[in-house]
Every structure is written in structure tokens, then in C-alpha cells.
């Protein structure tokens, strides 16, 4: 194994909290290894002020650091999985996922608590496509507003932009020790997740060996098993991360339920679909939940999306 091993990770402090987790993992196995955390600054870092969906590109918080990875400045990324496109740079590879988090949306409303009880017109923050769509499917009264920028940065314009509510995501506030703030757990019958969400990805090079061995011990199957078939989903239906397209699978004894979204940006088409099967097939069974989406209108509402959104 190797003596010295370098993650690359973003600078916020989810970012930072999931390097750590990893780090401290990693050093439990491997007492004799020296780990280092390596901050990268990407392009969704850098840009703030712009909505993502208008940034283009699939690979925002996660292309600088796979970058550092190829040239070997870092042995080993920690993403976000919803972060992550569904296909890598050549050379790169997905050697383990963790444990998956709660995988769910929750709002943050300190006087309405729950959508429900939002008035007509209340406005609510969110960055994502996905939510957006399904949130204006739920309550098409609601003013949806753009919110950027990390989990404390979205907690403080809660306030300072005057927001009845925010949406983020469950698993990340639970991360950083601020789930007292949480009003709702927001059903998934309302908003169902984006793909990955709730779990990491560890990226490693695959000429790497030592690294691949050591990040695979980290590996919790179920959570890959899942995150494979959403992730084989998303890359048939040839979506983004800024595309409203929303997965979640879970695994039951040995089999994998799968449900799966597509809407447009109005919420006023949503398109959902269910299956089931072998947990020895997760890709098939993502491909084949894809394609029923598609058939179902899921290709009409993509191909307008693709003359909408920049690439």
C-alpha cells in the first residue's frame, strides 16, 4: 500500500467534511499511510453569481480536480455522486461508494415549516433544475428564486434575501452537524432526489492500483449497487446535472426497486416511472427504466431542453 496518499477535494465545508470522513476512514485501515487534503477551486466555485443551468457544461464542481488527478498532483477525489457526470475522462474511475446518507430533499422554513403550510406566492430558493420543476408540479403557485452558493451562504440568504424557504439537500445539513434546521423532510412522492444524492464518490486514476485497493475498502455495496443502476438511468437518458431528471433506487433482499423522473422546467409535464429486478443487473435495470421514461414523453421534453440550456 502506499506510504503517502494526497485527496483532492473542494473548499467548502461539506466538501471539506466529506474529505475528512474519507481521510479519517482511510487512516483507521492504513495507520501507516500520511494522507493529505489538497483544496481545488472549480468552475461552479468560481462562478456564483450566474444560475448553473446557464453555466453549461456537466462537470462543474468536479473537471479541475480530476485534472490534478491525470497529471498526479492527487491519488484520489472525494465528490459529491450527484455532482458527478455519468461518464468520466478517460483514465479515470469510480473505485468506491459510500454508505449513503439520507438521500432525500428538506425544506428550511423557519415560519411556514412545511410546504403545505407555504402561502400562495412564497418564495423559495433553489439552485436545481430538478427541484424547481417538481416543486412548481407540487404548489405551481409558488415563486420559485435562484440560490447559489454553499450550505451556510444559502442558510444566511434565507434571511438576508427575504426567502419563505430553501431547499437543500438532506444528507449535506446532516453532514455538517445542521439538521435542527431542517422543518421538513420533504416526501418523495413530492420531490424525488437527484441521482447519487446522499452518497460520495471516490475517483481514482486506473493505472493506480495501490489507491483503487485501498479506496475499495471503503465501498458499501448496497449504496453502489443503487447508485449504479440511477446512474446507468441518467447516462441512457443522456442527462446532466442540471437537467430535471430525478432517480432513486434501494435495495430489498435481492432485489433493486428503481423509480425515476424526467419533467420539464414548468413542472407541468412530469413523467414518472417504476421497476424492479435483480440486484445482479442494476445497470439493465437503470437502461430499462430510461427507456420508459423516454417512450412515455421523456425524449420530447429532453430534446426541448437541449434547444434551451447551453451544453
Known amino acids: 500500500m502506499k506510504s503517502r496518499l494526497v485527496i483532492g477535494t473542494r473548499a467548502s465545508a461539506l466538501a471539506l467534511w466529506q474529505a475528512h470522513w474519507v481521510k479519517d476512514s482511510l487512516a483507521i485501515r492504513f495507520p ?32 479541475e480536480i480530476e485534472v490534478a488527478m491525470l497529471a498526479g498532483e492527487v491519488d484520489l477525489a472525494v465528490h459529491s455522486m450527484k455532482d458527478m457526470p455519468t461518464v468520466l475522462p478517460e483514465g479515470l474511475m469510480i473505485s468506491a461508494v459510500s454508505q449513503r446518507m439520507d ?32 416543486m412548481r408540479a407540487y ?6 428564486v435562484e440560490l447559489r452558493g454553499n450550505v451556510d451562504t444559502r442558510l444566511k440568504k434565507l434571511i438576508t434575501d427575504k426567502l419563505d424557504g430553501i431547499i437543500l439537500a438532506a444528507a449535506g445539513l446532516k453532514r455538517l452537524g445542521l439538521s435542527e434546521h431542517i422543518t421538513q423532510y420533504i416526501p418523495m412522492e413530492v420531490c424525488l432526489p437527484a441521482v447519487g444524492q446522499g452518497a460520495l464518490a471516490l475517483e481514482t486514476r486506473r493505472d493506480d492500483p495501490e489507491v483503487i485497493a485501498m479506496v475499495a475498502t471503503l465501498n458499501h455495496e448496497g449504496a453502489s449497487i443503487a447508485v449504479n443502476a440511477e446512474r446507468a438511468m441518467l447516462n441512457e437518458m443522456e442527462g446532466g446535472c442540471q ?69
Open 32 to 63: 501507516h499511510c500520511d494522507i493529505e487534503i489538497r483544496h481545488i477551486v472549480t468552475t461552479g466555485d468560481k462562478i456564483q453569481n450566474v444560475p448553473l443551468a446557464k453555466i453549461g457544461g456537466k462537470a462543474l464542481f468536479t473537471k
Open 243 to 311: 437537467v430535471p431528471i430525478g432517480g432513486y433506487a434501494v435495495v430489498c433482499g435481492n432485489i433493486l426497486h428503481m423509480e425515476g423522473l424526467v419533467a420539464n422546467l414548468d413542472g407541468d409535464t412530469c413523467i414518472r416511472e417504476r421497476i424492479a429486478g435483480s440486484c445482479q443487473e442494476p445497470e439493465a435495470l437503470g437502461r430499462a427504466l430510461a427507456r420508459r421514461l423516454l417512450a412515455r414523453g421523456g425524449q420530447e421534453i429532453l430534446t426541448k431542453l437541449r434547444m434551451e440550456l447551453p451544453e
Open 139 to 144: 404548489r405551481p403557485d409558488l415563486e420559485i
Open 103 to 134: 438521500p432525500g430533499d428538506a425544506l428550511i422554513s423557519p415560519i411556514f415549516k412545511t410546504l403545505d403550510n407555504l402561502p400562495k406566492g412564497a418564495r423559495i430558493g433553489t439552485s436545481s433544475l430538478r427541484r424547481r420543476a417538481q
